[in-house]
């Protein structure tokens, strides 16, 4: 395998796991906490997340030597914008129930500080093949953790995965899951428990 | 019910039962990432408030008069997200120029609020609900004012905290987000307080 290749291989991998932007780097939590309710919102959230993450990243990192360094971060977000412009209009007319369950949180993928962090740090300094490599990485490391944190939440919550009944009769929902303060704790623990797995406790929020 | 009743509900009702941070999941990066000292989690509080009054006036009168006046909805987001930029822009200088003081206390919370989500939230929320523009503008002012609460008692809380025998793997962010869950649970105790 070609250097080339493995840097490729490495820059994709970087997401899901070593920098998973919420276990490991927690950020863009507003949507984690507000949308994992059910599954299916988990997973159209993070869909949408990683689609306006991996064309802008693209548009980013073919454009960076256009933008001038003084006024780049509000050109990232006049190109993020456009995208979730984009999106929010396709879900309204393809998919109006998951439009009309996400509501606010479509448009705040503008302010996802995910996305801009990824501008920043990765497609400005970046060609166009790693730029799409890193952003592939980081949307399915951001979807899987958003399908985790909303599978415990709905199972607990409902007793139900994809709204499929899965508990029977006898399991009396814990309607606390499905409430905001389920979605703090949840999430807390299974950072608590990802930290257990990757050993090295070193997360903090590195954007505000 | 006057006008005024019906403004001073809608404040307690933006502070207390619909509180942006831990009910409506507005604004919880600054919530986790500013909220280690109660003294900078207040800056942090009233450099937001301020920028949150300002936003909510700014987006009545740019939502009525350029976008729905034209007839350009989808613009929306864009020119949100520019008209926040500008305005965090603008009172960092104008702080600057008017209150040294002050902006040496503000002055590093302020670039930091143009990505908050809680802004733009509020200025979404605001063509949704169809407030008039003086609701718009207390509308603001309450989101900021529970902006401030949630994250100064999570600060007071999180400086005591210190002092506490946390398990190894719950320090940092998961004690840090559980809390956070016990003080939404308090919170459900608002919820149907104040009905609009």
Known sequence: MSVNAKQLISDFKNGLWQENPIFRLVIGMCPTLAVTNTMVNGLAMGLATSFVLISSEIVVSLIKKLIPGDVRIPSYILIIATFVTFVDYFLKAFYPSIAASLSLFVPLIVVNCLILGRQETFASQNPVHRSFADALGMGIGFTWALLLLSAVRELFGMGSMFGLQILGDWYRPMVIMVLPAGAFITLGILIAIMNVIGKNATNDTTCH | ?196
């Open chain 2, 1 to 196: 019910m006057s006008e005024f009743t019906q403004l001073v509900l809608l404040f307690f009702g933006t502070v207390f039962v619909n509180n942006f941070i831990l009910v409506r999941f507005l604004g919880i990066c600054p919530f986790l990432g500013v909220s280690k000292q109660v003294e900078t989690a207040m800056g942090m509080g009233l450099a937001t408030t301020f920028v949150m009054t300002l936003t909510g006036a700014a987006t009545w009168l740019i939502n009525t008069y350029i976008l729905e006046a034209l007839n350009l909805p989808f613009l929306q987001y864009v020119s949100f997200i520019i008209v926040i930029a500008s305005l965090v822009q603008f009172v960092e200088m104008f702080i600057k120029k008017t209150s040294p003081v002050l902006y040496k206390s503000l002055g590093i919370f302020l670039p930091l609020i143009t990505t908050n989500c809680a802004i733009l939230g509020l200025a979404l929320l605001i063509p949704l609900n169809g407030y008039s523009f003086i609701g718009s503008t207390v509308f603001g002012f309450g989101a900021g004012i529970g902006f401030t609460l949630a994250i100064v008692l999570m600060a007071g809380l999180r400086e005591k905290l210190e002092f506490g025998d946390v398990p190894g793997v719950l320090k940092g962010v998961p004690v840090t987000l559980i809390i956070a869950g016990i003080m939404a649970m308090a919170f459900m105790g608002f919820s149907g307080l104040i009905t609009i």
